[in-house]
């Protein structure tokens, strides 16, 4: 499965984006990570073909996944953005995995895609 993102971009502090990632193949699972510089990358958001969501609690309230099955797509919609949003994306398929209390899925992975808050 080959995965292609698109939508990052530079935008000011309270603006809005939104990536979107197709996969060339169906998944279980489709989500984004993010890892900005001299931080770990973290899941941020990720959706399981039946709707089973999962958002991270940084961005929770301010981002929303969304999932088209038919085209193999998956959204993030990224609302009131914050400078401490800046990182690159990086857009992830394959089944939703639980290791403890945190949820991964890491069996294909897209090119990052920056996303730039300004303050």
């Known amino acids: 499965v080959q995965l292609q993102a698109s939508g990052g971009g530079l935008v000011p502090a309270g603006g809005s984006l939104r990536l979107s990632c197709r996969a060339s193949?169906?998944?279980?699972?489709m989500g984004w990570y993010r890892q900005a510089p001299g931080k770990q990358r973290e899941l941020v958001a990720a959706?399981?073909?039946?709707?089973?969501?999962n958002i991270a609690d940084s961005v929770r309230g301010r981002f929303t996944i969304s999932r088209d099955n038919a085209k193999n797509t998956v959204y993030l919609q990224m609302n009131s953005l914050k400078p401490e949003d800046t990182a690159i994306y990086y857009c992830?398929?394959?089944?939703?995995?639980?290791?403890?209390?945190?949820?991964?899925?890491?069996?294909?992975w897209g090119p990052g895609t920056l996303v730039t808050v300004s303050s």
């Open positions: 992830a398929a394959g089944p939703l995995g639980l290791d403890g209390s945190t949820w991964f899925i890491d069996d294909y």
């Open positions: 959706m399981t073909s039946s709707g089973l969501t």
């Open positions: 193949g169906s998944t279980t699972a």
